[in-house]
């Protein structure tokens, strides 16, 4: 017995009172907490960047596909998570691209829903750049008139270590993952409305000048994250 006993201690000791394992676990465990109310680079409720997507899974989670023909991109969404937009009545709290079966983007629109970056559906576009300490892109939206609808694209876990030709996104061989641990590379994109063109129709993040920064007007329509693929797309899954 006093063997077994000093067998089971030093399998406690060396596993589970281990300080690395114990940060192991509780990091986990907030995560999972943190996954359930907040969209993050980790994904929303319980669906992740990158997870396989099976008819099963959107049934076990009770989401629902939208009405397309195309098998490799389309949306689904949570019919018990919507909220009322003045203009566009009954909406979608939140929507989840799929392509290629898998979750490349998260995209929200009820500015109740909590973003990992203290940024919400709604705020300025000034506290956007607050928020990423004035590390984004801005880029004029397709659809833009004078530039009133443009967005602002920061990079979440990588660094770009060779820029990709105009018109393109981003692909492998043009970025450094900041961690060995991350799988893919996620992007943010704020689609602002209201504002107004600035210099050009692009800026970089490493191009602002405290002029353009002052101009800079308009609020949050919606916010995505995900991966650069998804991001470039102007419009849905076109």
């Not at 576009?125 to 300490?133: P, Y």
Request: charged share 25%; with cysteine.
């Amino acid at each position: 017995d006093k063997n077994t006993a000093e067998k089971d201690n030093a399998s406690i000791n060396s596993s589970s009172i281990n300080p690395a394992n114990a940060d192991k676990a509780r990091n986990n465990e907030a995560e999972k907490l943190s996954n359930d109310k907040t969209v993050n680079p980790s994904g929303y409720q319980k669906l992740s960047f990158g997870q396989i997507i099976t008819p099963e899974l959107l049934n076990e989670l009770g989401l629902t596909k939208e009405k397309t023909d195309n098998e490799q991109c389309y949306y689904v969404s949570n019919p018990e998570l919507s909220y009322v937009d003045k203009e566009y009545g009954d909406r979608a709290s939140v929507l989840y691209q799929i392509i290629d079966g898998k979750v490349a983007l998260i995209s929200i629109q009820d500015p109740s829903i909590p973003f990992y970056k203290d940024i919400n559906v709604g705020n300025l576009a000034s506290d956007v750049m607050k928020a990423h300490n004035d590390e984004l892109s801005y880029e004029v939206d397709k659809y833009a008139v004078d530039g009133d609808y443009y967005n602002l694209i920061a990079n979440v876990n990588f660094k770009v270590i060779k820029e990709s030709p105009l018109g393109e996104f981003l692909k492998d061989d043009n970025i450094e993952l900041n961690n060995k641990q991350d799988k893919l590379p996620l992007q943010i994109e704020y689609h602002i409305k209201g504002g107004q063109k600035l210099s050009g129709s692009t800026i970089k993040a490493t191009e602002w000048t405290a002029d353009n920064k002052n101009l800079l007007k308009g609020e949050v329509e919606s916010i995505d994250i995900g991966i650069p693929e998804a991001i470039y797309l102007v419009e849905g899954c076109s």
